[in-house]
């Protein structure tokens, strides 16, 4: 597999271990049928003014289920 051999050498094991996070972020999004573009979007664009001791909220399965909650009370 070509992407598992470029992966090989990601330059300094800083840039390793963030490639990892967002990796599995990809990953779990997709697990959880969550289309990891817009989670990524949305949470980007949060995360500087998301209060901190929310944080778990920004992590994909919270994120999910804080949506459903949401789209569920709008339609009420």
């Known amino acids: 597999m070509l992407g598992r051999k470029n992966w090989l050498f990601a330059g300094i094991e800083a840039a390793a271990h963030r490639t990892a996070?967002?990796?599995?972020?990809?990953?779990?999004?997709?697990?959880?049928?969550i289309n990891p573009f817009v989670?990524?979007?949305?949470?980007?664009?949060?995360?500087?003014?998301?209060?901190?001791?929310?944080?778990?909220e920004l992590t994909p399965r919270e994120w999910k289920r804080v949506r459903q909650n949401s789209r569920t009370q709008a339609a009420v």
């Open 39 to 56: 989670y990524l979007r949305d949470v980007i664009e949060r995360v500087s003014t998301h209060p901190a001791r929310r944080v778990l």
């Open 21 to 33: 996070i967002l990796c599995s972020l990809v990953q779990t999004c997709k697990h959880l049928q």
